[in-house]
């Protein structure tokens, strides 16, 4: 998980200013009590899709963002993992630096070439659409370490491979993200994934091929996102899902849904109903109820209930489960699909407890049950409610196993690690996890897990609470 404050990255959606939306307003003659219901199941729908518009509109458009990365289809890397300076994206890893590109895919293709790289490391690149679902993947688990170039194609494009390329993607949508995590091994071994990162190739399908490039698209022109805190709250959250969806095709599994959506002014180039204050206020308790649906699913996440690998996939995996996806853009939008990684979360105690920094843990792995992986696993440290990693005397922000050497192991050759606010002393620091003053919750990440993890075999240790 994969990471403007919040949390997320956006889709990366051309647009007309709202001042210019000229569909006319819902139809007349819907209550209250309907317009609520639509509201609410219309807010759960698009959270993901304004969340991500948010973050790619910081990355991609808006060139005075410190979180600004670069322009549409220009490949981007960051030669360094993430910190808590890093507030874009909640929940993100600070075991891979990341290199990202948004694609715009309305002109034509783009190609995608990555080197050979060494097989002891693991390096994936994740393909996110407009809707956050996650449709595909290049890098070590899907594609393998021998390198070559992959083609994007939105969902216009009906050609056929082109010579020298491995592989078609196909996206729904016709903005997309594609993040790249490239596996650093320890400090020293960032000279080499600079080295990685440096022949990372995305070039426009024209190019690849040494043709001339087609008409160019025409210019997006963005409207502004809402705050984190107004995409909570404000009915303006409908207008920017309208021009979200503009960029995204409907889907036929979600015509009877658009057509519903379409009763209080929630389509694409539509503006939303609130011509009255009775309106304006039905669509705003139809919002909150759609937090307090988040609300009950997060309990039953922290339960174990459900696990985080059930929140992240494809459109065909989640089965259009609208709440899920709403659920994974607000606990770590951009997370991976189970195959490539899982993510096993503490967020409570042993005993049914929410983690806070008042207290001190410890979590022990067995040395025959540590994670089964077949890349890596990590234990992050993130503060709550913002999920962003901690600040800390150390700047340790995460365990992981690229630094088993350094841990102490116990006498039965396994592993005990700290996670509290203070010291635990000189000779158990090694195995310090830094905790904030406050709520926390730590999320643990199996990179390519094996099928103990997958099948529900292996079971995270409890973090125990201690004196």
């Known amino acids: 998980m994969t990471a403007v404050t919040r949390r997320t990255f956006l889709c990366g959606i051309a647009l007309i200013p709202a001042l210019q939306f000229t569909t006319a307003r819902a139809q007349t003659g819907v209550s209250p009590e309907e317009a609520r219901a ?4 219309a807010y759960i729908y698009g959270f993901p899709m304004v969340d991500n518009y948010r973050i790619e509109h910081a990355y991609f458009v808006d060139t005075k963002n410190p979180e600004y990365k670069g322009p549409w289809n220009h490949l981007v890397n960051i030669a360094r993992v993430y910190t808590p300076a890093d507030t874009a994206i909640q929940s993100a890893n600070s075991d891979t630096p990341y290199s990202f590109v948004g694609l715009d895919l ?3 293709p783009m190609v995608l070439t990555v080197p050979p790289i060494e097989k002891d490391r693991y390096f994936s690149i994740q393909f996110i659409d407009a809707y956050t679902f996650n449709f595909a993947y290049i890098g070590s688990r899907a594609t393998g370490n021998d390198g070559g170039s992959f083609l994007v194609a939105g969902p216009g494009w009906k050609g056929e491979t082109p010579k020298g390329v491995k592989e078609v993607i196909r996206s729904e949508t016709e903005l997309v993200l594609a993040a790249y995590r490239t596996q650093l091994f320890n400090p020293d071994d960032l000279d080499n994934v600079k080295k990685i990162q440096s022949e990372y190739k995305a070039e426009p399908l024209s190019k690849f091929l040494d043709q001339a490039a087609p008409a160019a698209a025409p210019a997006i022109d963005f409207i502004k996102p809402l705050s984190p805190d107004d995409e909570r709250t404000s009915p303006e959250f409908f207008n920017i899902l309208n021009f979200v969806l503009q960029y995204c095709p409907t889907d036929p599994s979600e015509t009877d849904l658009m057509a519903r959506f379409a009763k209080i002014g929630v389509g694409a180039g539509k503006t939303i109903d609130i011509s009255s204050p009775e309106m304006k206020t039905a669509i705003e ?3 909150a109820d759609a937090w307090a649906d988040l609300g009950a699913l997060r309990k039953q996440i922290d339960a174990g209930k459900i696990t985080f690998g059930e929140l992240f996939g494809t459109r065909q995996y989640l089965k259009n489960n ?5 659920g994974a853009a607000v606990l770590g939008i951009y997370g991976n699909s189970k195959q490539e ?5 503490y967020a409570i105690d042993a005993d049914g407890k929410k983690l806070d920094g008042a207290n001190k843990y410890t979590v022990h792995f067995e040395a025959d049950k540590m994670p089964p992986v077949n890349a890596f696993w990590s234990l992050t440290m993130y503060d709550l409610p913002q999920s962003l990693l901690v600040a800390n005397p150390i700047n340790r922000y995460l365990l992981n196993l690229p630094m088993l050497p350094q841990f102490v192991k116990d006498a039965d050759g396994g592993l005990t690690f700290y996670i509290q606010n203070e010291t635990p002393g000189k000779d158990k620091e090694p195995n310090w996890l830094p905790a ?3 709520p ?3 999320a643990m990440r199996l990179y390519w897990p094996k099928e103990a993890a997958l099948d529900g075999e292996w079971k995270q240790p409890p973090m125990k609470q201690s004196a």
């Open 38 to 41: 639509i509201a609410k199941e």
């Open 106 to 108: 309305r002109a034509e």
């Open 285 to 287: 308790q139809g919002m």
């Open 322 to 326: 609208y709440l899920y996806r709403m």
């Open 341 to 345: 990684a899982m993510y096993p979360v």
């Open 436 to 438: 904030p003053k406050g």
């Open 440 to 442: 926390f919750v730590i």
